[in-house]
């Protein structure tokens, strides 16, 4: 199904070029003492990305002390805790994950009434979860890009649509194998890039080959700094 995606000029080459840079990364020895220290901050800064990326930039330092109160703030940081918990219901259950993030994600910003529920979707969202359930979907990274994209585009909630659709991603790369234990600063990498990510999410919207590519490209990219900054991550902790 997405395999023809991989004919666009030059993503394939980026795709392998930022699966490439993943690797490299996780194969790092310190991880092995240092791991849980390395995705509980890959998830703070994710989180404090993800957050920037929908209009809430506070200091890394604040947010790591916790005296942000800030509701998309917050929302992204119960998001990103929850993920490694999510991992295996992600492609059995992956409508059930979803509204779950979204309460997360979206408290404190909904009311009780709507946390959870789309309002937005019908049968693209009811493809965009086969497509999570998917047993052989194709390349990881090329997987979550789609996945990340889709969720951009159909926002099928009232809020929280971008937290949501960057998580989305993330779980995807980890039940995917490309990131099992979610230690690539993704988010992160989004935001260094943040107008091309804007750019490229809207020209994904288009449906065109050029829009497809533009993506793709960027998500190539994003990874890429993502696991930089995982590096970077790593060497601080050592």
């Known amino acids: 199904m997405l ?10 080459d980026a795709l392998d070029e930022a699966r490439t840079a993943v690797d490299r990364v996780l194969a ?3 991880l092995r003492r240092t791991g849980g220290r390395v995705a509980a901050e890959a998830g703070l800064r994710c989180a404090r990305a993800s957050a920037a ?3 809430t930039d506070a200091p890394l330092e ?12 917050q929302g992204s940081l119960r998001v990103a805790e929850a993920l490694p918990g999510l991992v295996e219901t992600w492609t ?5 994950a979803i509204g779950r993030l979204h309460v997360l994600a979206a408290h404190g910003i909904e009311t009780d009434e709507t946390l959870g529920r789309p309002v937005e979707g019908g049968p693209r969202l009811t493809a965009l979860l086969d497509l999570i359930a998917e047993p052989d979907p194709g390349p990881g990274l090329l997987h979550a890009s789609i996945v990340h994209a889709e969720l951009l585009t159909l926002a099928p909630f009232r809020s929280a649509n971008g937290v949501l659709a960057r998580a989305a991603g993330r779980l995807t790369l980890a039940a995917r194998g490309v990131d099992p234990r979610l230690l690539i600063a993704v988010d992160a990498g989004h935001l260094a ?12 919207a288009t449906g065109t080959r050029d829009g497809l590519r ?7 990219s ?7 900054e995982t590096a970077e991550i790593c060497t601080s902790l050592t």
């Open 53 to 55: 990326l929908d209009g």
């Open 62 to 73: 604040q947010v790591r002390a916790g005296t942000v109160t800030d509701v998309v703030v």
């Open 3 to 12: 395999m023809p995606l991989l004919e666009l000029p030059d993503v394939a």
């Open 214 to 220: 533009s993506w793709l490209r960027h998500y190539a």
């Open 92 to 96: 059995r259950a992956p409508g059930l």
């Open 222 to 228: 994003a990874v890429s700094a993502g696991a930089a």
């Open 193 to 204: 890039r943040a107008p091309e990510y804007q750019g490229a999410a809207g020209a994904y």
């Open 28 to 30: 790092d020895r310190s």
